[in-house]
T-cell receptor, first 113, second 114 residues
Framework: DQQVKQNSPSLSVQEGRISILNCDYT??????FLWYKKYPAEGPTFLIS?????DKNEDGRFTVFLNKSAKHLSLHIVPSQPGDSAVYFC????????????FGSGTQLTVLP | SAVISQKPSRDICQRGTSLTIQCQVD?????MFWYRQQPGQSLTLIAT?????????ESGFVIDKFPISRPNLTFSTLTVSNMSPEDSSIYLC???????????FGSGTRLTVV
């Protein structure tokens, strides 16, 4: 049972446009969500996070939106740059629990110059 | 946040053999986590390693196949034993990130079993 789902395995966007990566979850106990970026031959690196008490968190070009009623979050990248091309993983956890992260299957973002 | 050195970065191994992956952290950490990413799949937690106690394995992973050592608060190893082609994956170690409620990851070990 996949508790965190990224239904789009890939996304292509033109440089300068907006990239929107989506993530759905099923476990209502999740109260903290994170996005990671992964380049080939590297480990995932933390990008941005959001607590369930918020519906938006912004950091530079990156904004994460959380819709708790729909159990849906999205990552917006504006403007997209070729260096953003990577695999993006959505992850979720229950704070105060066993400190485990549950990951989605990832979305390969390609930003075309 | 912590810096993790993981090695080897990649290896090609014969089936039936074993490979030990090492992770060194530049600070003392209570727990270290070992993940596997199979081709096209998500990151799946293999086990949680605490210093001075047996690792805690997730469903579907057993100690005989993935023995883990945690001799001190800065180091851990994961061994992939009696390998088969199905073990071909990226293996990652990680620790909690003090800046957020997420993890810092090592650079990963890309294992190919032939």
């Amino acid at each position: 049972d996949q508790q965190v789902k990224q239904n789009s395995p890939s996304l292509s966007v033109q440089e300068g446009r907006i990239s929107i990566l989506n993530c759905d979850y099923t476990n209502s106990m999740f109260d903290y969500f994170l996005w990671y970026k992964k380049y080939p031959a590297e480990g995932p690196t933390f990008l941005i996070s959001i607590s369930s008490i918020k519906d938006k968190n912004e950091d530079g070009r990156f904004t994460v939106f959380l819709n708790k009623s729909a159990k849906h979050l999205s990552l917006h990248i504006v403007p997209s740059q070729p260096g953003d091309s990577a695999v993006y993983f959505c992850a979720a956890r229950v704070r105060g629990s066993a400190r485990q992260l549950t990951f989605g299957s990832g979305t390969q973002l390609t930003v075309l110059p | 946040s912590a810096v993790i050195s993981q090695k080897p970065s990649r290896d090609i191994c014969q089936r039936g053999t074993s490979l030990t992956i090492q992770c060194q952290v530049d600070s003392q950490v209570t727990m270290m986590f070992w993940y596997r990413q199979q081709p096209g799949q998500s990151l799946t937690l293999i086990a949680t390693a605490n210093q001075g106690s047996e690792a805690t394995y997730e469903s579907g992973f057993v100690i005989d196949k993935f023995p883990i050592s945690r001799p001190n608060l800065t180091f851990s190893t994961l061994t992939v034993s009696n390998m088969s082609p199905e073990d071909s994956s990226i293996y990652l170690c990680s620790v909690e990130d003090d800046r957020n409620y997420g993890y810092t990851f090592g650079s990963g070990t890309r294992l190919t079993v032939v």
